[in-house]
């Protein structure tokens, strides 16, 4: 019997995509294989969100298609995980009895052990734990790209925002020391790796749990010591504990990237007092306006919930009017939907389905101008760009491969028929579009990740000047 397949599919936030390559890389070091696009494979695991309403749907939509390709191949197993594992349990299997195992976000080590039981006892097997067992970041991973990585500084959130259902499923924020991760960071160098994100729901508490408000602006600055890092990104930070150390870190240390993702959720005062989200819009800009101050190149994009219980027309104004002052370089964009769980469900002025898709597309309107003015503002300039793997593919109409700059933003350009994945090409931008910049100018210098440098004959041509990589 040759070698079991797996394929894991993932719904939801970073931190259940690097979830996904801690199943990967558990289940491949018990023995499993990937299974090849467009086979069938021997195991399913779904990686569940439990975030939004449509959460819930999507997931048993999926186990319903996989209903039939169970009853067609008895021996494939079903799996379950993540945040809506966590939260429905049993549920799971009561509602599809042909899954095999479910496990939670705290015990993603225990899954090559359920299946195995599940054969064994000829039974579903449901195992979940209150509390983080081990930290995933422990446990093998198989990543997805080569040359980017996901290193978890911490689970869990302390916070109590009353739309959010993440505390009661992922726990009580647990920082990991800053010696692990920075051992894990120096590993993936090693390994290849040039651009690392660290994750938490808060990085900005990082350090709460051993008493160092300062621990996440050192951890930055620390990374900016290790030789062969390019790029460090980080999500989420939280507005209400974003202080000015992290703002002098991101300015000062080299390779930490000249961008924010900054949830704002809404503009209204009186709805973040409502979503509990212990700040309000004057502290939000002015933590924007210091960002800008000291990174003016920085690109700010947020989260953004409409329709919250209790807004009203002036609170959804109040969002617009904070969207074209800060002008976001893109926004996510949310309707409120209830979260069994969470106060926010309970409270009685929920907003109107109708109105809540009005102010949505209002809302998206808005943003998605400033997102494509602020794009086409970017014409011109030379920016750095990662070719990054997946991401490198080839676009067969245009030939153009694509990678994030240093400020995140996607861009499409003409490759030079050397050009590999994990490549830091500069490019100049010629055009934008809506959520990309284009440039059709040959490359003006490559760097790859042998550390070679290769000025395109162009750049020496036009004189063009060839920056080092500054901030
Ligand atoms: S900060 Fe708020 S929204 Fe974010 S994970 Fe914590 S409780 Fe949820």
Known sequence: MGLKTYQVTTY???????????????????????????????????????????????????????????????????????????????????????VDAVFGTHNLNVLPTLLERAVALEEAQVEIVEALEVFPSDLPSKRESQHSAWVSISVGCNNTCTFCIVPSLRGKEKDRRPGDILQEISALVTSGVIEITLLGQNVNSYGAEFGDRFAFSKLLRACGEIAGLERVRFTSPHPKDFTDDVIEAMAETHNVMPQLHMPLQSGSDDVLRLMRRSYRRDKYLGIIERVRSAMPEAAITTDIIVGF?????????????????????????????KRPGTPAADMTNQIDEEIKQQRYEELAKLVNQIVWQENLAQVGKVVEVLVATGEGKKD???????????????????????????????????????????????????????GSIQKSRNAVNLGMPIHLSSK
């Not at 467009?38 to 996989?66: F, S």
């Open 396 to 450: 067969l109409e245009t030939g153009r491969l694509s990678g994030r700059a240093r400020d995140n933003r996607l861009v499409h350009f003409q490759p030079h028929p050397n050009t590999n994945p994990g490549d830091l090409v500069d490019v100049e931008i010629t055009g934008a579009a809506p959520f990309h910049l284009i440039s059709d100018r040959p490359i003006l210098r490559t760097r790859t990740t042998s």
């Open 309 to 337: 219980p209790g807004e009203t027309e002036e609170d959804f104004e109040q969002t617009l009017d904070l969207v074209s002052r800060v002008r976001f370089a893109n926004a996510f964009t949310f309707i409120y939907s």
């Open 12 to 98: 939801g936030c970073q931190m259940n995509a690097h979830d996904s390559e801690r199943i990967a890389g558990t289940l491949e070091a018990a023995g499993y294989i990937p299974a090849n696009s467009g086979d069938e494979p021997d195991l399913v695991v779904i990686n569940t969100c439990a975030v939004r309403e449509n959460a819930d749907l999507r997931l048993y939509g999926k186990l319903g298609q996989l209903r039939s390709d169970k009853k067609r191949n008895p021996n494939m197993q079903i799996a379950v995980g993540g945040c809506l594992a966590q939260k429905d349990r049993n549920q799971i299997i009561t509602k599809a009895p042909w």
